[in-house]
């Protein structure tokens, strides 16, 4: 059962199609390292190596309470086009975070949205070309974003994430510039991308189940949502290596994650990062994701294409 799979060019904001031999059900089954060599991208620092970091029960319990009382508060700046898997991927990471003592929430916009509207919000609201709602979307992800830095800096959380598609180099910029001007001087970019027609197209489908559809029809919340993903693939401004460079020494780190963690990127900005206990979890979580999520989501998605 040979297939043609869309592979997403991020850098160009074109769809090219690339001839596979392998069948759908083979790509999924052979795990992260053919799902990678199917996708091209551009790796902006050599993915770091993977190390393990053994402790003893009772140093962990000494390392968790001395963290509680070393944590700079971050934020994290969440990045990618809908249905790439962002949300997924930073709810994770966030309970990851807690789990180990590192106080985490998440600020979504797309809550401030509904909770403000209150209105079903079609994918006419998310045109570029729409003056009023760009304004109002820009909006509710300032009103996101001031929650998060007013619980930073209440100290009632220690990582806020802002979930967000952020998707411009403008709205990032915004939010860099909002962040550093309330003293948030600990930034970390979270870059999650859905680089393969197959995935993309099976996270969609799972939008069916948004809070936006709750009242509407399957085929209705689909093709809505397609038409809101094409609207902000138009206007998409990939991360880019000078754009980090621009952003020190505010932005300490970039995360980089493709396809599911079949890749991942991670980069430090700063030398002086004094972060490195909450990297190092973030390291750990990078490290063992696609056996612990990925792999999963891969089966997941393969048990789909073969119904």
Same mark, same amino acid.
């Given at each position: 059962?040979?297939? @043609? ?10 769809? #090219?199609?690339?001839?596979? =031999?392998?069948? !759908?059900?083979? &790509? ?12 091209? #991208?551009?790796?902006? #620092? ?5 190390? +393990? ?10 390392? $968790?309470?001395? !963290? ?24 994770? !990471?966030?309970?990851? &975070? ?22 079903? =919000?079609?994918? %006419? ?58 003293? @948030? ?10 680089? $393969? ?5 099976? %996270?969609?489908?799972? /939008? ?21 993903? +094409? ?9 880019? /290596?000078?754009?980090? &460079? ?25 030398? /002086?990062?004094? $972060?490195?206990?909450?990297?190092? &979890? ?26």
């Amino acid at each position: 059962m040979d297939r @043609i799979f869309e592979t997403f060019d991020y850098n160009n904001r074109n769809m #090219t199609r690339q001839d596979s =031999n392998q069948s !759908l059900d083979s &790509l999924f089954d052979s795990g992260a390292r053919n799902l990678a060599a199917t996708v091209t #991208t551009t790796t902006i #620092t050599p993915i770091l190596s993977r190390a +393990s970091f053994s402790t003893s029960p009772i140093e962990r319990s000494l390392d $968790l309470e001395l !963290l509680s009382k070393r944590l700079t508060q971050l934020a994290v700046i969440l990045v990618g086009l809908p249905a790439s898997g962002k949300s997924t991927i930073a709810r994770q !990471l966030c309970l990851y &975070l807690n789990d180990n003592q590192v106080t985490s929430n998440i600020y979504n916009a797309g809550d401030i949205r509904r909770e403000i509207k209150q209105e079903f =919000n079609n994918a %006419n609201f998310f045109d570029p070309s729409n003056t009023t709602a760009k304004l109002e979307r820009e909006r509710f992800a300032t009103i996101a974003a001031t929650r998060l830095i007013e619980d930073l800096k209440s100290t009632k959380v220690n990582v806020g994430f802002l979930d967000a598609t952020n998707t411009t180099r403008d709205r990032r910029e915004r939010m860099y510039n909002l962040l550093k001007n309330e003293g @948030i001087n600990n930034i970390l970019i979270l870059d999650v991308q859905c680089q $393969l027609q197959a995935l993309h197209m099976f %996270n969609i489908l799972g /939008k069916a189940h948004n809070n936006d559809y709750h009242d509407k029809d399957y085929t209705t919340a689909i093709a809505d949502f397609k038409r809101r993903t +094409s609207h902000y693939f138009k206007v998409y401004d990939p991360v880019t /290596k000078d754009e980090l &460079l621009s952003l020190a020494p505010e932005v300490r780190a970039y995360v980089k994650c493709v396809n599911a963690g079949a890749e991942w990127d991670l980069q430090l900005l700063s030398p /002086k990062f004094g $972060l490195q206990e909450v990297y190092k &979890l973030i390291k750990q979580f990078v490290d063992g994701y696609f056996e612990k999520e990925g792999q999963r989501y891969l089966e997941a998605a393969s048990a789909f294409y073969k119904v």
